[in-house]
């Protein structure tokens, strides 16, 4: 098992910035392949950014190419994610996850991640 917290959502203007931490606990952090999704709004989530264990091999979604930048600190077992030049369209509950597989690489397998609680980031124009 791991557990996920999330923090550093809040209300900011088109243009700006925020950082996204994820702390994790539970399980070996950096064995684990970890990402963030989001989700809009009478929408689906969907995937926004995901890195491996070492931190080596990085996969970002084509809206948030180059304005958004995920990383990890395997000493503190937390995952970021730095949004820049943010649009009100980026605006949904930011969820980090955490991929079990053993290899430490992401996998896409979503039905197997663990989740965080989510925390809202607000876009305004």
């Known amino acids: 098992q791991v557990q996920l917290a999330e923090s550093g959502g809040g209300l900011v203007q088109a243009g700006g910035s925020l950082r996204l931490s994820c702390a994790a606990s539970?399980?070996?952090?950096?064995?684990?392949?970890m990402g963030w999704f989001r989700q809009a709004p009478g929408k689906e989530r969907e995937f926004v950014a995901a890195i491996d264990k070492s931190g080596t091999t990085i996969y970002y979604a084509d809206p948030v190419k180059g304005r958004f930048s995920i990383s990890r600190d395997n000493v503190k077992n937390t995952v970021y994610l730095q949004m820049n030049s943010l649009k009100p369209e980026d605006t949904a509950v930011y969820y980090c996850?955490?991929?079990?597989?053993?290899?430490?690489?992401?996998?896409?397998?979503?039905?197997?991640?663990?989740w965080g609680q989510g925390t809202q980031v607000t876009v305004s124009s």
């Open positions: 996850n955490a991929d079990p597989d053993p290899s430490g690489k992401v996998t896409g397998n979503i039905a197997s991640y663990y």
């Open positions: 539970g399980r070996t952090f950096s064995s684990s392949a």
